[in-house]
């Protein structure tokens, strides 16, 4: 009896296998539906022959492009490990040219315990990469998500949210890269999910997740989104990036996408990055979106313990917009208060003039599938 003739909805597990156990050297199924657990081995006092069950999913045919989707690198980041599960559970895979693979509590020691670290080696995932197959639970698990998933991946997209220390204006992020070719791909899929801001970081890349990818040979683009909005802009914008690269068919009956470009920033840490030098009580005196000049009072510092003691004003040291912001509670010296981001310079204007025309994903999925490297023993 078939699927449909069974009338079984979509989201059932009546005829696909949703309890599959891998070894990190196994192929992932290439069913068009499947979810399991990678066994990423772990012997504890407690579990002598015990492995971590690191949850996967995958969605599509096994031809084609194919999408990483991360989410959970970071465990208290909740809102996107629910978004990509709600995604898988509404997407019929008769419908895709390609497929998603999914880890949607990437570092399941973390996220089952709602903490930013692994609850076993403390180890944040966006750190660790390239990873170590002889290491500790998490530095097994990078390795795994770069050699054996990036590494036959087109695009890899890691999916953050706020935590407690910090909130994000709703955004796609990427790194910059010196190379332009690789700088414009990457723009191109920020754009394609078109979330309402996009950033470039000028960040270090080679420990996360960005450069892990990038050795892998996969282009890799994140976002940073929170609260009860989340779960709709992640759908949407996965959805968004589908459909731009060919694995779901274009919506014709939809009118074309505004032509309007996403609001764009720039970050640098040495000067966008405004830190605490003091301990107490944080105050944020703007907030996220704000534009601040330079020397402007954006946080206050105050310690309760010290009445009619002046109060510690924190100052920005560069003109732009609020871009991330740490909300009102305990600080200690050292943590960050703030970044900042300013306007694209006329060179990343020309990059993000290319990106909007680029349609290098697409170009892809009409060649052959990217090849399957050889699995190191
Ligand atoms: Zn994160």
């Known amino acids: 009896v078939s699927r449909k003739e069974a009338n079984v909805p979509m989201g059932s597990d009546a005829d696909v296998n949703l309890d599959l156990v891998l070894g990190i050297s196994d192929p992932l199924p290439s069913e068009t539906r499947a979810a399991g657990y990678v066994r990423i081995p772990y012997s504890s006092n407690a579990s002598a022959y015990g492995f971590v069950p690191l949850p996967f999913a995958v969605l599509g045919a096994d031809e084609g492009i194919q999408i990483l989707v991360l989410a959970g690198s970071h465990g208290d980041e909740t809102e996107s490990q629910v978004a990509l599960v709600k995604l898988l559970g509404n997407l019929d895979p008769r419908a895709m040219k390609g497929r998603i693979v999914a880890l949607p509590m990437a570092n399941e020691p973390a996220a089952r315990v709602g903490a930013r670290n692994s609850s076993i080696d403390g180890l944040n995932l966006n750190r660790v990469y390239p990873g170590n197959m002889f290491g500790s639970p998490t530095t097994v698990i990078a390795d795994y998500i770069e050699r054996q998933l990036m590494s036959e991946s087109e695009v890899v997209l890691d999916l953050h949210s706020s935590s407690d220390s910090f909130n994000y204006l709703p955004c796609a992020a990427i790194i910059f890269h010196p190379d332009k070719e690789e700088r414009i791909r990457r723009l191109s899929l920020a754009l394609a999910f078109g979330a309402p801001n996009v950033l470039v970081m000028h960040s270090y890349e080679d420990r996360n997740s960005s450069g892990a990818a990038t050795r892998a040979g996969a282009v890799r683009f994140a976002t940073e989104l929170s609260g009860q909005d989340a779960v709709r802009m992640t759908i949407e914008g996965i959805l968004n990036l589908l459909r731009w690269s060919g694995i779901l068919p274009r919506n014709t009956k939809k009118a074309p996408a505004k032509s309007s470009l996403p609001n764009i920033k720039v970050i640098h840490p040495e000067s966008h990055y405004v830190y605490a030098l003091y301990d107490g009580v944080l105050e944020p005196r703007v907030r996220l979106g704000d534009m601040v000049e ?24 560069t003109s732009g917009q609020v871009v991330c912001l740490r909300p009102f509670g305990r600080i200690s010296t050292g943590d960050f208060v703030l970044h900042l981001g300013e306007d694209p310079d006329v060179n990343l204007s020309d990059d993000i003039a290319e990106a909007v025309k680029s349609n290098w994903l697409r170009e892809l999925s009409l060649g052959p599938r990217k090849g399957r490297r050889p699995r190191r023993r």
Request: net charge positive; glycine share 4%; proline share 12%.
């Open 294 to 317: 330079k020397g402007q009072v954006v946080s206050l510092i105050h310690d309760p313990s010290r009445p009619f003691r002046p109060t510690r004003e924190i100052k920005a040291t």
